[in-house]
T-cell receptor, first 114, second 111 residues
Framework: DGGITQSPKYLFRKEGQNVTLSCEQN?????MYWYRQDPGQGLRLIYY???????QKGDIAEGYSVSREKKESFPLTVTSAQKNPTAFYLC?????????????FGQGTRLTVV | QKEVEQDPGPLSVPEGAIVSLNCTYS??????FMWYRQYSRKGPELLMY????GNKEDGRFTAQVDKSSKYISLFIRDSQPSDSATYLC???????????FGGGTRVLVKP
C-alpha cells in the first residue's frame, strides 16, 4: 500500500541528546514536510523540501536539522540545541504541482524529554 | 498576530446537531483553503478543499469561503460521535507553496 510512515511512534530523549525521527514515503511525492504540534498551537512548520538534496527552513527551524538524500526519505534530527523538544511531530508529503494537491500525513512521533 | 486564527474550542454538541467551524486569516494572498480532520494521536487527513469564494458540498460537509472578509467555514450536518476530532483549517498562497495551518478546533459530539 502507498503511504507515509513515521517511526518510532514514541521516543524518549535524555537532556543533551540528539535524536532522529524517521519519515519514509512511497507515494513518489516530490515535496516533504516536518511539522511540530503542541496543544492549542496547531501545526508549525519546521523544515520542508521540494526536491532531493534541497530543503528550506520553516517557521521554527532552530534546534532541528534535516537531510533529503533520497526522494522517499526525509529524516528529522532534534538536536540538543532545541530547548523544548517535547511535542508531537508530524511528517507530510505532497505533489503540490497544482492547486489543492493534498498533503498526506504520517501517524506522528511523540517525543518526550526525560 | 498569527496569519490564521481558529478558536481552539472545545465545541460540544449533541448528536444530530450542526457543527459550525471557522477560521479567519489576515493575508489576502491566500488562495487555496483546506480543512483537515485529526483524531487523537493520529495524523491529519484532508476533508475538503476549496479555491474560489462560495460553497462546496461533500456529503454531510459544506465548506464556505468568503475572500472579501478573509473568513472560511466548515459545517457538519447530522453530526455523529465519530465526528469528534480536532478540525484544522489550512491555506496556501499558491501552488507549490507551504501550507499554513490554524490552531485547530476540538469538537465533541455527544450521543
Amino acid at each position: 500500500d502507498g503511504g507515509i510512515t513515521q517511526s518510532p511512534k514514541y521516543l524518549f530523549r535524555k537532556e543533551g541528546q540528539n535524536v532522529t525521527l524517521s519519515c519514509e514515503q512511497n507515494l513518489n511525492h516530490d515535496a516533504m514536510y516536518w511539522y511540530r504540534q503542541d496543544p492549542g498551537q496547531g501545526l508549525r512548520l519546521i523544515y520542508y523540501s521540494q526536491i532531493v538534496n534541497d530543503f528550506q527552513k520553516g517557521d521554527i527551524a532552530e534546534g532541528y536539522s534535516v537531510s533529503r538524500e533520497k526522494k522517499e526519505s526525509f529524516p528529522l534530527t532534534v538536536t540538543s540545541a532545541q530547548k523544548n523538544p517535547t511535542a508531537f511531530y508530524l511528517c507530510a508529503s505532497s505533489i503540490f504541482t497544482g492547486p489543492g494537491d493534498e498533503a498526506f500525513f504520517g501517524q506522528g512521533t511523540r517525543l518526550t524529554v526525560v | 498576530q498569527k496569519e490564521v486564527e481558529q478558536d481552539p474550542g472545545p465545541l460540544s454538541v449533541p448528536e444530530g446537531a450542526i457543527v459550525s467551524l471557522n477560521c479567519t486569516y489576515s493575508n489576502s494572498a491566500f488562495q487555496y483553503f483546506m480543512w483537515y480532520r485529526q483524531y487523537s494521536r493520529k495524523g491529519p487527513e484532508l476533508l475538503m478543499y476549496t479555491y474560489s469564494s462560495g460553497n462546496k458540498e461533500d456529503g454531510r460537509f459544506t465548506a464556505q469561503v468568503d475572500k472579501s472578509s478573509k473568513y472560511i467555514s466548515l459545517f457538519i450536518r447530522d453530526s455523529q460521535p465519530s465526528d469528534s476530532a480536532t478540525y484544522l483549517c489550512a491555506m496556501i498562497k499558491a501552488a507549490g507553496n507551504k501550507l499554513t495551518f490554524g490552531g485547530g478546533t476540538r469538537v465533541l459530539v455527544k450521543p
